[in-house]
């Protein structure tokens, strides 16, 4: 009778560890995502900066955001790319670049950014279909 209350101790335990041990991964899997998600959220919001003109696209950083965001920082690193057009205006590529310190995440975000003046042209309202005029808003 001893023996089946040792044994059946010890199954409890062993039971107990491994259950425990896949609670742990999986709450080291959720903030994992909530970091991801986040960054990704913080990446898109300084992607929008730049194109609606609020940031410049220059390489800057790395930046801490405003709170309650300060955990994070920010950096952008731009290249420009080489263009065939004669508007003489290159389009660049940007890197925006997401970290977080403890624990440590990265997210990084790439887009082509267009010449202000070539972006201003595609506005809703001003795409004509071929052989047709453009229309107006």
């Keep these: 009778m001893l023996f089946e209350v040792i044994l059946a101790v010890v199954l409890f335990a062993a039971a107990a560890l491994i259950i425990s041990g896949g609670l742990n991964a999986s709450m080291r899997s959720v903030e994992r995502l909530k970091l991801n998600a986040q960054a990704v959220n913080l990446g898109v919001s300084v992607l929008s900066e730049l194109q609606m ?55 990084r975000l790439a887009q082509i950014l267009l010449p202000t003046d070539a972006a201003q042209s595609l506005t809703p309202g001003t795409v004509s279909a071929p052989g047709s005029a453009p229309s107006s808003p």
């Design 53 to 107: 003109g609020l940031r410049s696209p220059e390489t800057a950083g790395p930046e801490n955001f405003d709170p309650p965001f300060d955990e994070w920082t920010w950096e952008i690193s731009s290249t420009p790319l080489q263009t065939d057009s004669a508007e003489g205006t290159p389009s660049s590529k940007v890197e925006i670049i997401i970290r977080h310190e403890e624990p440590p995440a990265v997210f």
